[in-house]
């Protein structure tokens, strides 16, 4: 059977969405043309995220870790998946942990976006704005963010890309977060979605 050109993402949400505003205003401007934003994964009821997919007449489930045990969370997570048809999955600020079953169904067709230039500023309990008070701490001067794929560990998959931001003087680590969100998260996200789905990361067969 032939493949089909545009494929089905899924994103997975905790926050305030503006990487998944990214995506919605980048699929507007026709900038994802063999991606369909199909559903939005939410990990918690209230979110901005939620509101923002829905004023983008995108289907919005709420799927809630703490209503499950971890294995019972990953058949959930699973079983929204296949039923949505989903081809691939966007982790855009989604703070729940991924189990193997969900990982096994989609190898190389899960990425996240983290904050920071892998491996600095990294793992475990490294997520909001702890990345960037720990990248004002270290004295680094430059940041950014990576896009990559997922695995089993936290943010240890193969990265697919980067992109640098510089650390300023004065930066206090809410200066440094929307520095990074615009010049780097809102801009790589779409871009690497647009290859992702267009098969630029197949492994060779
Ligand atoms: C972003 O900084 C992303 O890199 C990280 O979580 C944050 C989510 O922000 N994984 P938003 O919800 O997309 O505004």
Redesign the pocket.
């Known amino acids: 059977m032939a493949e089909r050109a545009i494929k089905n993402v899924a994103v997975f ?10 995506l919605i205003d980048a699929a507007a401007r026709g900038e994802l043309p063999h991606a369909k934003l199909a559903l939005v994964v939410a990990s918690r009821p209230g ?3 939620i509101d923002r997919a829905c004023a983008a007449d995108i289907p919005v489930i709420v799927a809630a870790p703490k209503e499950y045990d971890t294995a019972a969370y990953d058949a959930v997570l699973l079983d929204i998946a296949q039923r949505h048809g989903i081809d691939y999955i966007v ?5 729940a942990i991924l189990g193997p079953v969900l990982l096994a169904a989609y190898p190389r067709r899960i990425i ?4 920071s230039l892998i491996p600095r500023h990294c793992g475990a309990g490294m ?2 704005l702890r ?1 960037h008070r720990s990248v004002l701490n270290s004295g680094d001067t430059m940041t950014g ?1 990576t896009v990559h794929f997922v695995d089993e560990d936290v943010d240890s998959g193969e990265i697919l890309a980067q992109k640098q931001v510089p650390v300023l003087p004065d930066d206090t680590p809410e200066t440094l ?1 929307q520095r ?2 615009e010049q780097a ?1 809102w801009q790589l996200l779409p871009r690497i979605v647009e290859q992702l789905c267009r098969g630029d990361y197949e492994e060779e067969r």
Not at 13 to 22: D, F
Not at 112 to 115: D, E, R, V, Y
């Open positions: 949400v905790s926050g305030g969405g503006t990487n998944l505003q990214a979110i901005g995220a982790l855009a600020g989604f703070l996240n976006i983290h904050p997520y909001g990345v963010a977060q990074v969100l998260e």
